[in-house]
Protein backbone atom coordinates (compact mmCIF):
# COMPACT_ATOMS: atom_id res chain seq x y z
CA UNK A 1 0.00 0.00 0.00
CA UNK A 2 1.27 3.75 -0.79
CA UNK A 3 2.38 5.17 2.04
CA UNK A 4 0.73 9.31 1.21
CA UNK A 5 2.91 10.46 4.26
CA UNK A 6 5.87 9.18 3.14
CA UNK A 7 6.32 10.43 -0.16
CA UNK A 8 5.38 14.52 0.01
CA UNK A 9 5.13 17.03 -2.95
CA UNK A 10 5.90 20.11 -0.77
CA UNK A 11 4.15 23.23 -2.04
CA UNK A 12 5.03 26.99 -1.42
CA UNK A 13 1.46 28.65 -1.96
CA UNK A 14 1.82 32.20 -1.22
CA UNK A 15 0.56 33.56 2.25
CA UNK A 16 -2.25 35.25 0.26
CA UNK A 17 -3.51 32.17 -1.54
CA UNK A 18 -3.54 30.40 1.86
CA UNK A 19 -5.67 32.86 3.50
CA UNK A 20 -8.22 33.43 0.67
CA UNK A 21 -7.94 29.19 0.73
CA UNK A 22 -10.79 29.89 3.66
CA UNK A 23 -13.73 31.27 1.75
CA UNK A 24 -14.13 28.47 -0.41
CA UNK A 25 -14.46 26.44 3.29
CA UNK A 26 -16.07 28.83 5.35
CA UNK A 27 -19.30 26.15 6.41
CA UNK A 28 -16.69 23.32 6.68
CA UNK A 29 -14.70 25.95 9.39
CA UNK A 30 -17.39 26.74 11.10
CA UNK A 31 -18.73 23.50 11.38
CA UNK A 32 -15.82 21.70 12.59
CA UNK A 33 -13.26 24.17 13.75
CA UNK A 34 -12.36 23.83 17.98
CA UNK A 35 -14.09 26.83 20.23
CA UNK A 36 -12.15 28.68 23.30
CA UNK A 37 -12.47 27.45 27.12
CA UNK A 38 -13.96 29.98 29.64
CA UNK A 39 -10.41 30.09 31.58
CA UNK A 40 -9.35 31.82 28.42
CA UNK A 41 -11.16 34.75 28.75
CA UNK A 42 -10.76 34.63 32.30
CA UNK A 43 -6.86 35.00 31.49
CA UNK A 44 -7.67 37.58 28.87
CA UNK A 45 -9.47 39.57 31.56
CA UNK A 46 -6.55 39.04 34.51
CA UNK A 47 -3.87 40.08 32.07
CA UNK A 48 -5.55 43.01 30.20
CA UNK A 49 -6.80 44.16 33.99
CA UNK A 50 -10.20 44.73 33.23
CA UNK A 51 -13.45 42.97 32.67
CA UNK A 52 -14.76 42.51 28.94
CA UNK A 53 -18.05 42.77 30.00
CA UNK A 54 -19.09 46.37 28.47
CA UNK A 55 -16.09 46.99 26.52
CA UNK A 56 -15.33 48.25 23.56
CA UNK A 57 -13.93 45.07 21.62
CA UNK A 58 -12.90 44.60 17.95
CA UNK A 59 -12.37 40.80 17.10
CA UNK A 60 -9.57 40.77 13.97
CA UNK A 61 -9.96 37.81 11.44
CA UNK A 62 -13.41 37.39 13.06
CA UNK A 63 -14.00 34.54 10.06
CA UNK A 64 -16.49 32.90 10.72
CA UNK A 65 -17.20 34.34 14.54
CA UNK A 66 -16.38 31.55 16.53
CA UNK A 67 -14.37 33.65 19.10
CA UNK A 68 -17.06 36.88 18.52
CA UNK A 69 -20.32 34.93 19.81
CA UNK A 70 -17.91 34.25 22.88
CA UNK A 71 -16.67 37.23 23.57
CA UNK A 72 -20.27 38.93 22.63
CA UNK A 73 -21.39 36.38 24.88
CA UNK A 74 -18.78 37.63 28.21
CA UNK A 75 -20.94 40.76 27.70
CA UNK A 76 -18.60 42.78 25.64
CA UNK A 77 -19.71 45.41 22.87
CA UNK A 78 -17.94 43.75 20.17
CA UNK A 79 -17.40 45.00 16.34
CA UNK A 80 -15.96 41.87 13.94
CA UNK A 81 -13.68 42.57 10.99
CA UNK A 82 -13.48 40.04 8.73
CA UNK A 83 -11.04 40.47 5.12
CA UNK A 84 -12.58 37.33 3.20
CA UNK A 85 -15.99 37.40 1.59
CA UNK A 86 -16.86 33.39 2.13
CA UNK A 87 -15.96 33.71 5.67
CA UNK A 88 -17.94 37.30 6.24
CA UNK A 89 -21.11 35.58 4.43
CA UNK A 90 -20.85 32.56 7.19
CA UNK A 91 -20.44 34.77 10.13
CA UNK A 92 -23.57 37.15 8.87
CA UNK A 93 -25.58 33.94 8.20
CA UNK A 94 -24.49 32.47 11.66
CA UNK A 95 -24.49 35.68 13.89
CA UNK A 96 -27.06 37.79 11.93
CA UNK A 97 -27.44 40.44 14.99
CA UNK A 98 -23.58 40.99 15.53
CA UNK A 99 -21.79 43.93 13.36
CA UNK A 100 -19.08 42.72 10.92
CA UNK A 101 -16.90 44.76 8.55
CA UNK A 102 -14.77 43.68 6.09
CA UNK A 103 -11.13 44.77 6.76
CA UNK A 104 -7.77 43.49 7.93
CA UNK A 105 -5.33 43.93 10.67
CA UNK A 106 -3.18 45.46 8.73
CA UNK A 107 -5.66 49.04 8.16
CA UNK A 108 -8.42 48.59 10.18
CA UNK A 109 -11.44 50.23 9.60
CA UNK A 110 -12.08 51.81 12.71
CA UNK A 111 -11.62 55.44 14.44
CA UNK A 112 -8.35 56.28 16.50
CA UNK A 113 -8.72 54.90 19.90
CA UNK A 114 -11.87 53.73 20.04
CA UNK A 115 -11.09 50.17 21.38
CA UNK A 116 -10.44 48.62 24.87
CA UNK A 117 -9.47 44.85 23.59
CA UNK A 118 -8.52 44.61 20.50
CA UNK A 119 -8.35 40.46 19.79
CA UNK A 120 -6.67 38.24 17.48
CA UNK A 121 -8.17 34.47 17.52
CA UNK A 122 -6.25 32.44 14.81
CA UNK A 123 -5.28 35.36 12.63
CA UNK A 124 -2.69 37.66 13.60
CA UNK A 125 0.09 35.42 12.09
CA UNK A 126 -1.81 36.72 8.84
CA UNK A 127 -0.86 40.08 9.45
CA UNK A 128 2.54 42.16 8.40
CA UNK A 129 3.70 43.38 11.42
CA UNK A 130 5.11 46.30 10.22
CA UNK A 131 1.70 47.44 9.64
CA UNK A 132 -0.13 45.75 12.22
CA UNK A 133 1.34 46.65 15.29
CA UNK A 134 1.09 50.20 14.42
CA UNK A 135 -2.87 49.89 13.83
CA UNK A 136 -2.92 48.35 16.98
CA UNK A 137 -1.77 51.30 19.04
CA UNK A 138 -3.99 53.26 16.82
CA UNK A 139 -7.48 52.16 17.37
CA UNK A 140 -6.76 51.25 21.10
CA UNK A 141 -7.21 53.36 23.92
CA UNK A 142 -4.65 54.17 26.55
CA UNK A 143 -4.62 51.37 29.00
CA UNK A 144 -6.46 49.05 26.20
CA UNK A 145 -5.36 45.42 25.34
CA UNK A 146 -3.98 43.54 22.31
CA UNK A 147 -4.92 40.29 22.73
CA UNK A 148 -3.46 37.31 20.34
CA UNK A 149 -4.54 33.40 21.05
CA UNK A 150 -4.12 30.60 18.96
CA UNK A 151 -4.95 26.61 20.01
CA UNK A 152 -2.68 24.62 19.52
CA UNK A 153 -1.95 20.78 19.71
CA UNK A 154 -0.74 19.32 23.22
CA UNK A 155 2.22 17.79 21.92
CA UNK A 156 3.45 16.21 25.14
CA UNK A 157 0.01 13.88 24.48
CA UNK A 158 1.59 10.61 22.72
CA UNK A 159 -0.93 10.36 19.79
CA UNK A 160 -1.32 14.09 19.08
CA UNK A 161 2.68 13.96 18.88
CA UNK A 162 2.48 11.28 16.58
CA UNK A 163 -0.54 12.60 14.28
CA UNK A 164 1.61 16.00 14.02
CA UNK A 165 4.71 13.96 13.07
CA UNK A 166 2.89 12.47 10.11
CA UNK A 167 1.12 15.66 9.27
CA UNK A 168 4.64 17.76 9.77
CA UNK A 169 6.22 14.87 7.03
CA UNK A 170 2.69 15.26 4.79
CA UNK A 171 3.04 19.28 4.37
CA UNK A 172 7.54 19.16 4.74
CA UNK A 173 6.92 21.27 8.19
CA UNK A 174 8.48 20.89 11.84
CA UNK A 175 4.84 21.25 13.86
CA UNK A 176 6.84 21.54 16.68
CA UNK A 177 9.07 23.50 15.80
CA UNK A 178 6.53 25.83 14.53
CA UNK A 179 5.15 25.92 18.04
CA UNK A 180 8.00 26.91 19.66
CA UNK A 181 8.76 29.93 17.51
CA UNK A 182 4.94 30.74 17.98
CA UNK A 183 5.77 30.44 22.09
CA UNK A 184 8.06 33.15 21.32
CA UNK A 185 6.14 35.90 22.90
CA UNK A 186 7.52 38.94 21.65
CA UNK A 187 9.81 38.02 19.44
CA UNK A 188 7.13 36.66 17.14
CA UNK A 189 4.27 39.04 17.78
CA UNK A 190 6.15 42.05 17.37
CA UNK A 191 9.67 41.78 16.21
CA UNK A 192 10.08 45.52 16.61
CA UNK A 193 9.58 45.90 20.12
CA UNK A 194 6.96 47.99 20.61
CA UNK A 195 4.58 45.98 22.73
CA UNK A 196 5.65 43.77 25.62
CA UNK A 197 3.59 40.76 25.69
CA UNK A 198 2.72 38.45 28.29
CA UNK A 199 2.49 34.67 27.73
CA UNK A 200 0.09 32.28 28.99
CA UNK A 201 -1.21 28.59 27.73
CA UNK A 202 -4.29 27.38 28.55
CA UNK A 203 -5.32 23.61 28.07
CA UNK A 204 -8.51 22.29 27.24
CA UNK A 205 -10.03 19.65 25.55
CA UNK A 206 -12.82 18.18 23.35
CA UNK A 207 -14.40 14.83 22.60
CA UNK A 208 -15.68 14.89 19.02
CA UNK A 209 -16.41 12.31 16.13
CA UNK A 210 -13.81 11.15 14.44
CA UNK A 211 -14.94 12.89 10.97
CA UNK A 212 -15.20 16.22 12.61
CA UNK A 213 -11.58 15.71 14.35
CA UNK A 214 -10.79 15.21 10.31
CA UNK A 215 -12.65 17.77 8.68
CA UNK A 216 -10.72 20.17 11.28
CA UNK A 217 -7.61 19.21 9.93
CA UNK A 218 -8.99 19.44 6.56
CA UNK A 219 -10.09 23.48 7.36
CA UNK A 220 -6.31 24.58 7.84
CA UNK A 221 -5.17 26.56 5.06
CA UNK A 222 -2.24 24.14 4.16
CA UNK A 223 -4.60 21.28 3.79
CA UNK A 224 -7.02 23.71 2.00
CA UNK A 225 -4.22 24.60 -1.05
CA UNK A 226 -3.19 20.91 -0.95
CA UNK A 227 -4.31 19.26 -4.47
CA UNK A 228 -7.72 17.27 -3.18
CA UNK A 229 -6.79 13.75 -4.02
CA UNK A 230 -3.41 14.14 -2.31
CA UNK A 231 -5.44 15.48 0.87
CA UNK A 232 -7.68 12.92 0.77
CA UNK A 233 -5.73 10.29 0.31
CA UNK A 234 -3.74 11.82 3.52
CA UNK A 235 -7.02 12.16 5.85
CA UNK A 236 -8.20 8.47 4.78
CA UNK A 237 -4.64 7.26 5.71
CA UNK A 238 -5.37 9.18 9.12
CA UNK A 239 -8.58 7.78 9.95
CA UNK A 240 -6.76 4.39 9.86
CA UNK A 241 -4.13 5.74 12.64
CA UNK A 242 -6.68 7.13 14.26
CA UNK A 243 -8.83 3.95 14.48
CA UNK A 244 -6.61 2.29 16.19
CA UNK A 245 -6.17 4.74 19.01
CA UNK A 246 -9.71 5.55 19.41
CA UNK A 247 -11.81 2.35 18.15
CA UNK A 248 -15.10 3.59 19.10
CA UNK A 249 -14.69 6.48 16.90
CA UNK A 250 -13.97 9.16 18.99
CA UNK A 251 -11.29 11.42 19.36
CA UNK A 252 -10.59 13.42 22.23
CA UNK A 253 -8.13 16.40 20.99
CA UNK A 254 -5.98 18.66 23.76
CA UNK A 255 -5.17 22.26 23.31
CA UNK A 256 -2.61 24.33 24.68
CA UNK A 257 -4.28 27.56 23.83
CA UNK A 258 -1.44 30.56 23.44
CA UNK A 259 -2.37 33.35 24.58
CA UNK A 260 -0.50 36.67 24.24
CA UNK A 261 -1.85 39.93 26.04
CA UNK A 262 0.02 43.26 25.72
CA UNK A 263 -1.37 46.79 27.34
CA UNK A 264 -1.26 49.96 25.45
CA UNK A 265 0.56 52.71 27.48
Known amino acids: MTTTSASPEPATPSPALRAHSFNAAAAQY??????????????????????????RVVDVGAGTGIATALLDARG??????????????????????????RGNGNALPVADAHADFLTYAQAWHWTDTAHSVPEALRVLRPGGALALWWNTDALD?????????????FLGVDIAAEKRKAGDGNQAADPSGRLRFTRREVRWSRRVPIDTHLANIG??????????????????????HL??????????????????VATKP
Do not use: C, Q
Open 30 to 55: AANRPSYPPALFDAVEELAGRPLSGA
Open 219 to 240: SHSAFLVTPEERRNAFLEEERG
Open 76 to 101: ADVLAVEPGAGMAAEFRRALPHLPIV
Open 157 to 169: IEWIAEAADRTGR
Open 243 to 260: LKVFPDGIVEETYDVLLL
